[in-house]
C-alpha cells in the first residue's frame, strides 16, 4: 500500500505538486492520470525518496522509502526504461541490481525469462529498441519479487503488441495481490489497464475513484436502445423523465438515444414493461472529452486555438 | 556488503575502466623506460666527452627513485582521477544514478563505496607499478646511469609507499568532484586543469603568487611526493600530506553533504 499525505514540491516559486492526499491500494491496477506536466513523475520521484518534498510525505507500507531495508525487495518502480548504460549488457546491469539488495544471482536469470529476455541477456542495454528496454526495465522491477510496483508512462512510445503486453503484465501482478500504480497521460490506455484512478492536474488531485464511476461521471453518458416495440418503449422512458431522441444513423431502424442514462436504468424500465430489446448499449462520449472537461483548467501548457493559430486559412 | 558488490559488478561490467587501467599500466611503466634510456644515453654522452680528453658543459642525467616513478605519480594517477570521476558522472548522464540510490537510498554509503573501492584498486595498482617502474628504468638505465636508483633510505621508500597514499586521495577527490558537478567533461577539465596549470600560474602573480604557493593542495602532494618545485613550504612532507588529505577531507564532506539535499 502507497500512502501520499498532503505532498507538496516547490520547484522556485512554481508548486509541481501541490499539497496531494491518496491512497494506492493493493490488488488492483490504481492509474495516475494527468496531462503532461500535471506532476505525476515529481509525484513518484517523491514516493521513491529521489526528490525531496517541501512538505507531505509518503509511505509504502506505512515507511519511508529511505527507511526501508533492502528497499528493491519491497519496492520495484520503473521511471525511464532508457536509464541503463548503454555498453553495460542487460544481465550485468541486473546483476549490479540484485547484488546492491542482496538478492540471489538465480533470481537475475529468472526475471529475464519472465520477460523474455534470456536471448539478449548478454547483449549491450545500448543496442535495445524501446520495447526491449521496456522489457529489461520490467525486469529490474521485478527482481526483489517486490509488493509494491510504480510505472511511470510504461507503454509511451510502444507499439500495439508491446502495449498489450505491458497492460497484461500489470494486471497480473496486481491480480498477484501486489499493489500496482501506472501513471498515464492517456485515459484511454487507463480505462483499459487499471481498475482505480487517481486523476491530477497542475500537481493537484481531481478525482480518486473507480475508472467506471469516472468515466460515468464525468463524460455525457448516453445509451442507444434498438427494440421493435419503439412506440411503447418511447412513452416508457419518456414516463420516468428520461429525454429521449430518434436515432437518426440507425440503418435498421427503431432505434432510441437516451440522454443521461445508464444501460442500467434502460433496461430496468424496458424489462418492467416487458418490452422487447434488440440492443442496448453505452455510448460514451470519448474519454480524451471527458477528461479535458474535467482537468481542462489544469493544463500547464494550453495550447493555442488551431483557429487562432491558422487564422481562418482553414 | 551489497554495494560493495554492486559497485564492484558496475566497475567490471563495462570497458572503460579497463581501458584506462592498460593506460596506467603503460604510460607508468613505459615512462620510466624512457627516463631510463635518455638517461643512459646521457651518461653515455658524457663518458665519451671525458674519453675524448673534453669538458663537457652538461652534468649526466642520473635520476632518482622518484623520477623513476613519475609516470605513475604523474599521468598514471591522473587517468586514475578520470576513471573516478567517470564512475559518477556516467550514471548521472545515463540516468543510472536515481536507480543506484533507488536501490541504496543512503547515497553516503554509494559515494563511500565507489571512492573506497576505485581509491583501494588504484593504490594497490599504483604501489605495483611503483616497483615495476623502479625494475624498468633501472634496467633500461644500465649500473652506471641507474646509480641514484636505490630502493633505500627514507626518501626512496617514500617515493615508494607515497605515490599509492597519493592515489587513493586523488581518487577520493575526483568522486567528490564528479558528484559536485555531475557531468564529465567539467569534472574531468577541472580534475586536469586545476594540478596541472592552474597551481602554476600562481607563480605568475610575484610575491602573493609565492606566499600562497604553499597552501595549494597539489603543491603540497608533490611535495610529500619529493618533487617540492623550489616552493618554501612551512611544514615538511608529512605536514604537506595532511594539509593535501584535509582538503581532499573537506571536498569530499562537502559532495556528501550536498548529493544528500539535492533531488536525484
Known amino acids: 500500500m502507497i500512502e501520499v499525505r498532503g505532498l507538496t514540491k516547490e520547484f522556485g516559486p512554481t508548486k509541481a505538486v501541490e499539497d496531494l492526499t491518496f491512497t494506492v491500494q493493493p490488488g488492483m491496477v490504481t492509474g495516475f492520470l494527468g496531462p503532461n506536466g500535471a506532476g505525476k513523475s515529481t509525484t513518484m520521484r517523491m514516493i521513491l525518496g529521489l526528490d525531496r518534498p517541501t512538505a507531505g510525505t509518503a509511505l509504502i507500507d506505512g515507511k519511508r522509502y529511505h527507511d526501508l531495508k533492502q528497499p528493491l525487495r519491497t519496492v520495484g518502480a520503473l521511471l525511464d526504461a532508457k536509464w541503463v548504460h548503454p555498453n553495460r549488457s542487460a544481465k550485468a546491469h541486473l546483476q549490479w541490481m540484485a547484488a546492491s539488495n542482496g538478492i540471489p544471482m538465480s533470481r537475475v536469470d529468472e526475471v529475464l525469462r519472465l520477460v523474455g529476455l534470456t536471448e539478449v541477456?548478454?547483449?549491450?542495454?545500448?543496442?535495445?529498441?524501446?520495447?526491449?528496454?521496456?522489457?529489461?526495465?520490467?525486469?529490474?522491477?521485478?527482481?526483489?519479487?517486490?509488493?509494491?510496483l510504480l510505472f511511470d508512462e510504461p507503454v509511451n512510445g510502444l507499439d500495439p503488441e508491446g502495449i498489450v503486453w505491458i497492460r497484461k503484465f500489470m494486471q497480473r501482478l496486481a491480480a498477484e495481490g501486489r499493489t500496482v500504480l501506472v501513471s498515464s497521460h492517456l485515459l484511454s490506455e487507463m480505462a483499459l489497464t487499471a481498475e482505480h484512478l487517481v486523476v491530477i492536474g497542475r500537481g493537484r488531485l481531481i478525482a480518486d475513484t473507480t475508472v467506471k464511476q469516472f468515466v460515468d461521471r464525468s463524460s455525457e453518458s448516453t445509451v442507444r436502445v434498438r427494440s421493435p416495440q419503439l412506440d411503447a418503449l418511447r412513452s416508457a422512458l419518456t414516463?420516468?423523465?428520461?429525454?429521449?431522441?430518434?436515432?437518426?444513423?440507425?440503418?435498421?431502424?427503431?432505434?432510441?438515444?437516451?440522454?443521461?442514462?445508464?444501460?442500467?436504468?434502460?433496461?430496468?424500465?424496458?424489462?418492467?414493461q416487458g418490452i422487447v430489446l434488440h440492443e442496448l448499449a453505452a455510448q460514451q462520449g470519448s474519454l480524451e472529452d471527458a477528461f479535458m472537461k474535467l482537468t481542462g483548467d489544469d493544463v500547464q501548457y494550453h495550447a493555442a486555438g488551431i483557429d487562432e493559430v491558422m487564422g481562418g486559412a482553414l | 556488503?551489497?554495494?560493495?558488490?554492486?559497485?564492484?559488478?558496475?566497475?567490471?561490467?563495462?570497458?572503460?575502466?579497463?581501458?584506462?587501467?592498460?593506460?596506467?599500466?603503460?604510460?607508468?611503466?613505459?615512462?620510466?623506460?624512457?627516463?631510463?634510456?635518455?638517461?643512459?644515453a646521457s651518461y653515455n654522452?658524457?663518458?665519451?666527452?671525458?674519453?675524448?680528453?673534453?669538458?663537457?658543459?652538461?652534468?649526466?642525467?642520473?635520476?632518482?627513485?622518484?623520477?623513476?616513478?613519475?609516470?605513475?605519480?604523474?599521468?598514471?594517477?591522473?587517468?586514475?582521477m578520470i576513471l573516478a570521476a567517470l564512475a559518477v558522472t556516467s550514471?548521472?548522464?545515463?540516468?543510472?544514478?536515481?536507480?543506484?540510490?533507488?536501490?541504496?537510498?543512503?547515497?553516503d554509503s554509494v559515494l563511500i563505496t565507489k571512492a573506497g573501492l576505485i581509491g583501494g584498486f588504484g593504490a594497490l595498482l599504483t604501489f605495483l607499478l611503483t616497483f615495476g617502474a623502479y625494475a624498468i628504468a633501472k634496467a633500461t638505465a644500465g649500473s652506471d646511469a641507474g646509480a641514484a636508483l636505490k630502493l633505500s633510505g627514507s626518501e626512496a621508500w617514500r617515493a615508494i609507499y607515497g605515490v599509492p597514499i597519493y592515489a587513493f586521495l586523488c581518487v577520493v577527490l575526483a568522486v567528490a568532484v564528479g558528484t559536485l558537478l555531475r557531468q564529465s567533461a567539467g569534472a574531468i577539465a577541472l580534475l586536469l586543469l586545476w594540478p596541472?596549470?592552474?597551481?602554476?600560474?600562481f607563480g605568475l602573480f610575484g610575491r602573493f603568487g609565492e606566499n600562497i604557493k604553499p597552501f595549494l593542495p597539489f603543491m603540497n602532494a608533490n611535495n610529500f611526493l619529493g618533487a617540492p618545485q623550489g616552493?618554501?613550504?612551512?611544514?615538511?612532507?608529512?605536514?604537506?600530506?595532511?594539509y593535501f588529505a584535509a582538503f581532499v577531507a573537506v571536498i569530499f564532506g562537502l559532495a556528501l553533504f550536498t548529493v544528500n539535499r539535492r533531488d536525484a
Open chain 1, 121 to 148: 541477456a548478454g547483449k549491450k542495454a545500448g543496442g535495445f529498441s524501446l520495447g526491449m528496454s521496456q522489457r529489461l526495465g520490467l525486469a529490474a522491477t521485478l527482481l526483489g519479487d517486490p509488493k509494491v
Open chain 1, 239 to 272: 414516463s420516468q423523465g428520461l429525454t429521449v431522441r430518434e436515432d437518426g444513423t440507425s440503418e435498421l431502424g427503431g432505434a432510441l438515444i437516451v440522454l443521461e442514462a445508464t444501460t442500467d436504468v434502460v433496461g430496468q424500465i424496458a424489462g418492467g
Open chain 2, 1 to 40: 556488503m551489497g554495494v560493495v558488490n554492486a559497485e564492484r559488478i558496475k566497475l567490471t561490467s563495462t570497458r572503460s575502466p579497463w581501458w584506462c587501467t592498460v593506460a596506467i599500466i603503460a604510460l607508468g611503466l613505459g615512462l620510466a623506460a624512457v627516463i631510463g634510456l635518455s638517461a643512459k
Open chain 2, 45 to 80: 654522452a658524457f663518458v665519451d666527452e671525458v674519453a675524448k680528453g673534453d669538458k663537457p658543459d652538461f652534468e649526466p642525467f642520473l635520476p632518482t627513485l622518484a623520477d623513476a616513478v613519475g609516470g605513475v605519480s604523474g599521468f598514471g594517477v591522473l587517468i586514475l
Open chain 2, 91 to 107: 550514471e548521472y548522464r545515463f540516468g543510472i544514478i536515481r536507480t543506484t540510490f533507488q536501490a541504496v537510498p543512503k547515497r
Open chain 2, 196 to 201: 596541472l596549470l592552474v597551481e602554476n600560474l
Open chain 2, 231 to 242: 616552493v618554501d613550504f612551512h611544514w615538511g612532507p608529512w605536514g604537506s600530506l595532511a
